[in-house]
């Protein structure tokens, strides 16, 4: 049995385990919708996510979160996105919002519709990377620390796997 070295956070996903410095800026992304706006029925694409430090996951994302999902939210088994939220009710939507509003982790959007203009020459993926970019500047303009390296987290399409990347 191998240790982690000291001081080192491990993030249990799915699929794989990251062991990451309490001090790794950790972005959680997920996307929805086809990149091209090839879906009739739903013409969006769109990045959500958020950055938050390593030591800070369980007070503010994990266990409010864990509430959040047992009271309003029961019936979504796997995904912390759940496609059943198309459905929500006010209570839900409100209970999000909520959720949102009350942490202290950086929210990144990035909604995307046929209206939208993106630079010339840019993919709509590609376009992601310059709002993580801006809210990292505005966090850390207000933070006492500085990250010591970078984790990237995506929830693959199934809802059941993660896959993550720590950048050193």
């Known amino acids: 049995m191998t240790s982690k070295p000291p001081g080192t956070i491990e993030w249990m996903?799915?699929?794989?385990?990251?062991?990451?410095?309490?001090h790794c800026?950790?972005?959680?992304?997920?996307?929805t919708g086809h990149?091209?706006?090839?879906?009739?029925k739903y013409p969006v694409f769109g990045f959500g996510g958020c950055m938050v430090f390593a030591a800070?996951?369980?007070?503010?994302?994990?266990e409010p979160w864990r509430q959040l999902?047992?009271?309003?939210?029961w019936f979504c088994r796997y995904s912390t996105a759940c496609a059943?939220?198309?459905?929500?009710?006010?209570?839900?939507?409100?209970?999000?919002?909520?959720?949102?509003r009350q942490q202290r982790f950086v929210g990144l959007r990035l909604r995307v519709t046929a209206k939208s203009a993106i630079p010339s020459g840019m993919r709509l993926f590609e376009v992601f990377p310059n709002v993580v970019r801006?809210?990292?500047?505005?966090?850390?303009?207000?933070?006492?620390?500085?990250?010591?390296?970078?984790?990237?987290?995506?929830?693959a399409s199934n809802g059941r796997s993660t896959v993550g990347k720590v950048f050193r």
């Open 25 to 31: 800026l950790m972005i959680f992304v997920d996307e």
């Open 13 to 22: 996903m799915p699929v794989n385990l990251l062991t990451v410095h309490p």
């Open 134 to 155: 801006k809210r990292w500047q505005e966090l850390a303009s207000r933070s006492p620390i500085d990250p010591v390296e970078m984790a990237l987290i995506h929830e």
């Open 56 to 62: 800070a996951i369980d007070q503010q994302i994990r």
């Open 84 to 100: 059943a939220l198309r459905n929500a009710t006010p209570e839900q939507i409100g209970a999000i919002g909520l959720f949102f």
């Open 35 to 40: 990149e091209e706006l090839s879906d009739p």
């Open 69 to 73: 999902k047992s009271e309003y939210f």
